[in-house]
């Protein structure tokens, strides 16, 4: 089986989801094809095929055009970097059973079955804690990093797209001082928020700050909340993401 994927003028991180995507559809062996159209994608596209398991290879066609060659010759029953021939899976367990199935049958019997967390790790993260949180990202401004606002803003905007694929979204985001501005109307983070919000992610906003960008009127995504809260949120998580 060959997929070609297409990701001429994606932006980062899109030829990285297209290409994890397409590795998912591949189910066993085969071939994918990836085009992009500059050096930074076609070795991030060539580093989580290899982080996969998966053998990658790269040319230039043109000054701005790139193919990877991703094979896939093993199937992936682990995730990342584990993948195991036909005749191995037979090995790990007896006759034909599915390691995958084993693992999440001895999870559900520790009470720690994913299925029933869907990608949220709150639960499973609090485990023996009464108070702690899983993973909250913390923003505190419109912009990722700094140098530049307007690469800033376009860095901050594929990070909540990257979030929106990630396998396990985090519990909480909090969102204050200039972060306030990313859960409004016109935001152009807007829609990825309210898709994590929609999978299960709990979305807070500093009401001081809404109050102090005059844009309390126009939150368009989530709660209000305070900073007695904020603290409380940042003291008890089990870890914690600034972009």
Do not use: W
């Amino acid at each position: 089986m060959k997929i070609t994927v297409d990701a001429m003028g994606d932006h980062c991180p899109i030829p990285v989801v297209k290409t994890k995507k397409a590795l998912g559809e591949l189910n066993g062996s085969g071939q994918i094809e990836v085009l992009v159209d500059n050096e930074t994608a076609m070795k991030n596209v060539m580093k989580m095929a290899k982080s996969s398991g998966a053998s990658a290879e790269a040319k230039q066609i043109s000054e701005q055009e790139y193919k990877v060659m991703i094979t896939v010759e093993e199937k992936n029953v682990g995730g990342k970097g584990q993948t195991q021939t036909d005749g191995e899976i037979k090995a790990a367990g007896e006759g034909d059973r599915n390691p995958v199935a084993d693992k999440d049958e001895m999870a559900a019997e520790n009470g720690k079955n994913s299925g029933s967390q869907g990608r949220n790790r709150a639960q499973s993260a609090s485990v023996g804690c009464a108070t702690c949180i899983g993973t909250v990202v913390a923003v505190s401004s419109d912009k990722m990093g700094s140098g530049n606002d307007e690469l800033g803003a376009v860095l901050m905007k594929s990070f909540f797209f990257a979030e929106t694929q990630l396998d396990t979204l985090p519990d909480k985001i909090l969102f204050y001082n200039g972060g306030a501005k990313l859960t409004v109307e016109g935001s152009d983070c807007l829609e990825d928020i309210k898709l994590l919000e929609k999978e299960g992610v709990e979305i807070l906003t500093c009401g001081t700050c809404l109050d102090f960008y005059g844009l309390k009127e126009k939150l368009a995504v989530g709660t209000v909340t305070n900073m007695y809260t904020i603290a409380e949120i940042l003291q008890n998580a089990v870890s914690i993401v600034s972009p």
